[in-house]
């Protein structure tokens, strides 16, 4: 048997989604990775309603059995860092609707897990998840690898079970 890994990079503008399947003694694939867009000049609400919609869908589809999502990291635009907590705690409510398990890493831990280097940029994740996952080319754009990301993190720190 296998379990599938929804990773999610929140986001208002651009909210970056991808689930990697894990099964015992294969390569770890990926499913599916992607952004959610949002239109800069619409109301938050409705750019919310729209994350969360999707979200549903892709997990209608995939059938994922657990979430990793990226801890919020505030830097220096305290907007941005609001709008993007509002679409985190969005991405959570549909997890949590679905009875999906949450679990959360900063973007620290991701990038140490992924690298060995706690600020790698976005070209060394970039090519960190296409070695992970096999694959010949590099994931675009940077929001689903960051995704991709945050579930491979999660099933290195947590070893993952496998169901039976």
């Not at 990793?68 to 609707?97: D, H, P, W, Y």
Request: aromatic letters at 6%.
């Amino acid at each position: 048997m296998s379990k599938r890994v929804l990773g999610i990079d929140p986001g208002t503008g651009i909210c970056g989604f991808g689930i990697i399947e894990f099964a015992k003694r294969k390569q770890p694939r990926m499913v599916t990775a992607g952004v959610i867009t949002t239109p800069a000049h619409t109301p938050t609400a409705d750019r919310l309603l729209d994350i969360y919609e999707s979200l549903e869908q892709i997990i209608a589809e995939t059938n994922p059995d657990e979430v990793s999502i990226e801890k919020l990291f505030f830097n220096q635009n305290i907007t941005t860092g609001i709008t993007v907590a509002e679409a985190r705690g969005v991405c959570m409510l549909v997890a949590k609707k679905n009875n999906l398990p949450i679990y959360e890493y900063t973007p620290l831990q991701i990038k140490q897990t992924m690298t060995g280097y706690g600020r790698a940029g976005k070209k060394e994740m970039q090519e960190s998840v296409r070695q992970f996952l096999n694959m010949k080319e590099i994931v675009k754009p940077d929001d689903a690898a960051d995704a991709l990301a945050a579930a491979i993190t999660h099933a290195l720190m947590t070893r993952i079970q496998y169901r039976d």
